[in-house]
């Protein structure tokens, strides 16, 4: 039995693959921040060590410790905001983090296949036009998040050239689906539906960058996707993850409004005078690029990968979980 771990556990990605995984019968073990978090996934999964990505030395002993066959590393700011709020703490998470797993693999355990997690953010505004973009597309990013991915990827680009350790990149677009936190775009706006009190809030719902172009995929596709990457990835390459269509914002919140049963009036909240790149929203912002739409022909020609779910499917599959979830809204900026 392969033994697999997985850093940044506890994440929206990462519990959706340790579930993905140990139903495949994998020996999975999770790296999450700190000891309570180590508990609750202990409780659910089995197998978890805290391994804090900005701690080389804690990084080294865990997989030291763990001697995985592959490693998943899926820690790190994921959040385009918080990066753009604080650019220190994401650089230490994001490029330092990457740094310190590859380096604790070269360390201890050299031979063990490693998927490193980056983003199309990477890309900047290259799908403006509204083709696809493939992966010989040159990183042009445009916000503070798409900089240290692509910062991150050169890292790992150099652990493969120079130490020969066996790196793939995972490049994903856009992935929703249940358990996403509503500090997400598409998510915020599933939760608003979920509660939308009429008699208080009216029957409009005001949404920034409802004409921008997103290629969504289910996030159960995106961690099927990791698998065959991790597995049968070439060394040293990068893969997009997405479905190689896109949709407006507006026709997926659309598909949650039918979801929900809310019959709402959409507006555009997108200010007339875009500040920055890094705006208030997280899958998008008010500068965002009119069009992110990937190419996946790399992954699907290669390793016969291809979404298997509709954007539709995931639209619901969020709608449902908040639903179901007892926590509180929280009510994003646009």
Known sequence: M??????GAEGFVGLHMMQHLKNKGF??????????????????????????????????????????????????????????????????????GTANVLDGVRRTNPRARVLTISSCEVYGNAGASGGPIAETTP?????????????????????????HLNVVIARPFHHIGPGQSDGFYFASIARQLVEWDEASRGNELRVADLDCRRDVCHVQDVVEAYEKLLFDGAAGTVYNVCSGQSLTCREIIQSMMRVSGRNLTLKDATPANPASGNGA????????????????????????????????????????????????ARVPAV
């Not at 392969?2 to 850093?7: D, G, N, P, V």
């Not at 965002?288 to 190419?295: E, M, Q």
């Not at 790399?298 to 539709?312: A, D, F």
């Open 2 to 7: 392969k033994t697999i771990l997985i850093t």
């Open 27 to 96: 020996d999975v073990v999770g790296g999450v921040r700190n000891r309570a978090r180590k508990l609750t996934l202990e409780k659910r999964f089995g197998k978890a060590l805290v391994c804090e990505v900005g701690d080389a030395i804690n990084v080294a002993r865990v997989i030291a410790s763990v001697r995985p066959d592959a490693v998943i590393h899926l820690a790190g700011c994921s959040n385009p905001t918080d990066a753009a709020q604080e650019p220190l703490t994401a650089y230490q998470s994001i490029v330092s």
């Open 139 to 163: 990183a042009a990013p445009t916000s503070t998040f798409g900089s240290l991915r692509a910062n991150a990827e050169e890292i790992a680009q150099t652990f493969f050239r120079s130490y």
């Open 281 to 328: 929203s997280n899958m998008t912002t008010s500068a965002s690029p009119a069009c992110l739409c990937g190419d996946n022909g790399r992954i699907r020609s290669q390793h016969g990968w291809q979404p298997k779910l509709t954007v539709q499917d995931a639209a619901r599959d969020l709608v449902h979980s908040f639903q179901s979830s007892p926590t509180p």
